[in-house]
């Protein structure tokens, strides 16, 4: 039972570790392709007077997606956006279970967002192809809504796994940063 239990613990860190690492290619590839149309539709303009038409859309999607997966990976990190003034004012003990109380809390209201974000994506796609920008619908661009919310409900659901095992051994959590 112990093997079988050790190979399923590994083999989910493996698809972890691969979906990591998926997340920083796809960031990598969105902000270098951002920087190579931005010079690109510098160059057009000042050279010969004009650009790529959609370029300037396509860029405002991608600072909307780059941003949206890096807070799926800041989320990953435990480096989200917080108020912790509790932690300055209650004891480490029950501050071990806020955080669970956090976590949970969190998961829940991206899996209520992750949930309107794909009703909205499917209503736009139900209407045709709308908005079409470099060869994308504007459903498609929208894709990045359900998709980091999913990924931020994902990830603090793990933190919040990994939160109450803290605080049934009685440590203090650590980020999976801190773990690696």
């Known amino acids: 039972m112990s093997d079988s239990r050790a190979w399923l613990s590994g083999s989910m860190q493996q698809v972890g570790r691969l979906l990591e690492r998926l997340e920083e290619v796809v960031l990598l590839l969105l902000v270098a392709a951002m920087i190579a149309l931005a010079c690109v539709q510098i160059v057009l303009r000042d050279v010969w007077g004009g650009g790529l038409s959609w370029a300037d859309p396509l860029l405002r999607v991608m600072v909307l997606w780059a941003g949206l997966l890096g807070a799926v990976v800041a989320t ?63 459903w498609q661009l929208n894709l990045v809504f359900p998709l980091a919310f999913g990924g931020m409900a994902l990830r603090f659901l793990v933190g919040c796994g990994q939160s109450l095992r803290a605080a049934l051994a009685g440590k203090d959590h650590q980020s999976s940063d801190e773990m690696a």
Do not use: Y
Not at 100 to 111: E, K, P, W, Y
């Open 76 to 138: 990953k990190m435990d480096k989200h956006i917080s108020i912790d003034l509790a932690s300055h004012l209650l004891p480490r003990g029950i501050l071990r279970w806020l955080r669970v109380v956090r976590h949970l809390f969190a998961t829940g209201v991206c899996v209520v967002l992750t949930w309107v974000a794909a009703d909205f994506v499917l209503q736009e796609a139900g209407q045709g192809d709308g908005q079409v920008m470099a060869g994308l619908a504007s």
